[in-house]
């Protein structure tokens, strides 16, 4: 395998200067500074229009007010000054139909009278709620930010367009304000077809109509610098450096384009989709193939549950010697759902140095009002079936906009705010965003360069990476019967009292218990006035240990949250009452379906293959996103549950353990716990524990899969040890025997062959001749590949030859 050398960065400066020489498209705008009647020009060349304009009309009765102070981070344009009112009122700019960038901006700061807490109100434009009871001091202490800017695109088939300020009715002193607003036409860049990413395996159509309003959510320089409005092509727009949201170690590395290399756009691509930095830059996963093979390039984006997002990508390859088809290619995952396989940016683009952009949408569902905000997955890995040249993958630039998808709003939350105080009064900024519920890594670096520039940046990342490693280590008490203060921070779960879940489980009747175990019972249960149908393990009489595993079980979901893991909702530590909270699953777990007491329900063998997939994405990201890893050590199909649609869970983290942080460790000495039959044998023989643990626990369970036996059946003294008895089967040329009586017939060739060699690659005695679950889940996902394609074919050649016969 060829490994890619990277360039030095020589040619950035010459890139810059050549970008900077190309003209912008030209579109009609305007920056207002709202609650002044003066024009002024701000640092950065913007003119910052009065309202005395002739082009704009402005509600009476409404006033005009500075900030009675403006945080020193703050620029005076467009933030010195406001128009607010305690009743409602609007803008009405005259601008020619069509689509129109609108940003909002906002300063949570007194007005005279008027305290920034009262500020509670909603915006429309038109019939499009695009903020309601918004609270943007709220905000900004939330997001630990100093001022705040909202983007929409608002599509107005009329030559006026209104902007509303909507007091809260529900807040008695409440008053709207609003500091600057710019507006800038726009050629209208959401139409077409676009792939819907969801859990099946086809992306499905889906069209932004034309009378859509979009929210900006997120635009990313992705490899480079920051892009100020006036650096962009024409629309004033702001692109992020994405360092700040990339996940885990793989940063990959960044580049910029080789000197001789000459960016140009191509005829179907106008200059205002991106500016050319955008594509003189990039970020790849680096030149070692086999790192490579073994991780996701990842961004984390937290976005607002219960809402479409529409993701562009942009790409451009910008560096010799990627000049041909076949050499890098990659697939795009989204929020967990494949998006595309065997993205080849030189295919799409036509060649190196041409830019092109790719867009899908992807559907974030509602989540409980206590966790609004979830986190959306962006990740690329490099497609190893279709052999590339380079096993790498590269991006550009990204944008993420919330969609109103017919709903006519895009207003989110306000995001909650819950900051421990300190005993130092003079507590710091950055330590106040480590104390906020709702705080992302963006807030943290905005803050930073805010107050002191790059340094206080630098020293931000530092805490952050600290905070990181040791976080584990406050989750905890060395006391087992400490209280519930101690056990968690309350910003990590909902803390349920007894009372409440005696409710909510009928006094914990037996007629709700759905499951049980060595923790002890697990109920159905209701809250939230019977809203919400919740599980509740109910511990019984534990013993230290139990405790133990109490604990380590909050302490470990709590700082999770994938789509493949069970959701903690939260606990109850109510004296002698041990209780955890999660997310029902009302299709139970995977061994009853198997074997257990729901078998009379057949699971086909698809669905059982997108089971494994799901699971196997769980466990893959225990071991490789959660930092330090996490070993489940107990993987089995018992703790593989099943949400209504049959989207697979990991559950029941009681012995779940953190892998070694030293990267000179290959593994932590352990107790040998878990259950027999899903054991590592080198686990019970050296006592120690490591990823390949779970690897092998889950081969058990990938043979559990194909053959619906139990991975001991004490009841068969001849067959007892599937893993023995399989190997002996293949021993013996018995292959037919090996597969599910309920499945015969349906598993095809090629995905029967590739999913055992993977199962028994899995169960291997030796743990360095087993795979990493990266591997195993793409073998997994090339086997439900060629399952459908090859019955796909079977049903087209029937077709025809009953064409024929006829």
């Known amino acids: 395998m060829t490994n890619l050398s990277l360039d030095p960065l020589l040619s950035y400066l010459f890139l810059l200067l050549s970008v900077s020489s190309t003209p912008a498209a030209a579109f009609n705008f305007i920056f207002l500074n709202c609650g002044s009647s003066e024009s002024s020009t701000a640092p950065d060349g913007r003119n910052w229009t009065g309202e005395s304009t002739s082009s704009i009309t402005v509600t009476p009765n409404t006033l005009s007010l500075q900030a009675k102070i403006l945080d020193s981070s703050v620029p005076y344009l467009p933030y010195g000054t406001a128009r607010l009112s305690s009743s409602p009122f609007s803008y009405s700019f005259r601008f020619p139909p069509g689509r129109k960038l609108i940003r909002l901006h906002l300063y949570a700061g007194d007005y005279g009278n008027y305290s920034a807490a009262d500020a509670l109100f909603s915006v429309k434009s038109g019939p499009h709620t695009l903020l309601n009871n918004f609270s943007a001091l709220q905000t900004s202490q939330a997001l630990v930010i100093s001022y705040i800017v909202r983007e929409y695109s608002v599509n107005s088939s009329s030559p006026l367009l209104n902007l509303t300020f909507i007091p809260s009715t529900s807040h008695p002193s409440s008053y709207a304000f609003i500091n600057g607003i710019e507006v800038v036409s726009s050629p209208d860049i959401f139409n077409g077809s676009i792939p819907l990413i969801t859990n099946i395996d086809m992306p499905q159509p889906y069209t932004v109509e034309p009378d859509w309003t979009l929210e900006t959510v997120y635009r990313l320089n992705v490899g480079g610098n920051f892009i100020g409005p006036m650096e962009d092509s024409g629309l004033f727009r702001s692109w992020e450096d994405d360092s700040i949201y990339i996940y885990g170690a793989g940063f990959g590395v960044t580049y910029a384009a080789d000197s001789n290399v000459s960016i140009r756009y191509p005829a179907n691509l106008p200059e205002f989709i991106a500016p050319l930095q955008v594509y003189a830059t990039a970020r790849s996963m680096g030149p070692s193939a086999t790192i490579n093979s073994n991780y996701n390039l990842t961004w984390i984006l937290p976005v607002d549950s219960g809402f479409y997002y529409l993701l562009r990508f942009h790409f451009c390859e910008i560096q010799y010697p990627i000049t041909l088809v076949n050499q890098r290619v990659f697939n795009i995952f989204i929020y967990n759902h494949t998006a595309f396989e065997g993205f080849d940016v030189i295919a799409e683009s036509g060649g190196i140095g041409v830019p092109t952009y790719t867009d899908f949408v992807v559907a974030i569902p509602k989540q409980a009002e206590s966790d609004d905000m979830v986190d959306l997955f962006v990740e690329l890995h490099p497609d190893l079936y279709a052999q590339p040249e380079y096993w790498d993958a590269i991006l550009n630039g990204l944008e993420v906009f919330k969609l109103e998808a017919g709903g006519d709003t895009l207003a989110g939350p306000n995001p909650m705010v819950s900051i421990t105080p300190s005993r130092d009064q003079n507590t710091n900024a950055i330590t106040r965003i480590i104390n906020s519920k709702k705080v992302k890594i963006r807030s943290i670096v905005e803050i930073a360069i805010g107050v002191g520039g790059p340094v206080v940046a630098l020293l931000a990342f530092a805490l952050l990476y600290l905070l990181h490693s040791k976080k584990k280590k406050s989750l905890t008490s060395d006391s087992p019967h400490s209280d519930q203060s101690n056990l968690i921070s309350s910003t990590y779960c909902r803390q ?311």
């Open 496 to 806: 349920f009292s007894f009372a409440e879940l005696v409710q909510a489980t009928d006094s914990f009747d037996d007629a709700l218990i759905i499951g049980s175990g060595g923790f002890g019972k697990v109920y159905r249960g209701t809250i939230d006035g019977g809203a919400k149908i919740i599980a509740i393990k109910r511990g019984g009489s534990l013993s230290g240990q139990g405790i133990d595993e109490f604990r380590n079980e909050i302490k470990t979901l709590s700082k999770l949250t994938h789509h493949h893991l069970v959701s903690l909702l939260g606990y109850c530590h109510d004296s002698a009452e041990l209780i955890i909270v999660y997310e029902y699953m009302p299709l139970g777990n995977l061994g009853d379906h198997l074997y257990g007491k729901k078998k009379k329900e057949l699971i086909p063998w698809v669905r059982r293959l997108e089971i494994c997939i799901g699971a196997a994405k769980g466990i893959h990201y225990l071991h490789t996103g959660a930092k330090p890893a996490i070993i489940h050590r107990d993987v089995k199909t018992s703790n593989i549950l099943l949400d209504e649609d049959w989207v697979a869970k990991i559950s029941d983290f009681g012995l779940s353990k953190d892998g070694p942080e030293d990267l000179g460790l290959s593994h932590v000495s352990s107790a040998v716990r878990g259950t027999m039959g899903y054991l590592d044998p080198e686990y019970i023989m050296l006592m120690q524990l490591t990823e390949k643990s779970d690897v092998y626990a889950f081969g058990v369970v990938l043979l559990e899969v194909i053959s619906g036996r139990p991975a001991l059946d004490p009841a068969n003294a001849e067959e007892e040890n599937l893993v023995d008895w399989i190997r002996q089967c293949r021993r013996e040329g018995d292959v037919e025997v090996i597969v599910d009586p309920d499945l015969r017939g349906s598993v095809g060739e090629r995905c029967f062959e590739i999913f055992m060699r993977t199962a028994e690659s899995c169960v291997l005695d030796k743990r360095v001749e087993r795979p990493a679950m990266g591997n195993v889940l793409r073998d997994l996902e090339l086997a439900l590949h060629l399952q459908l394609k090859d019955f796909a074919e079977e049903a087209i050649n029937e077709e025809k030859a009953a064409g024929h016969e006829a």
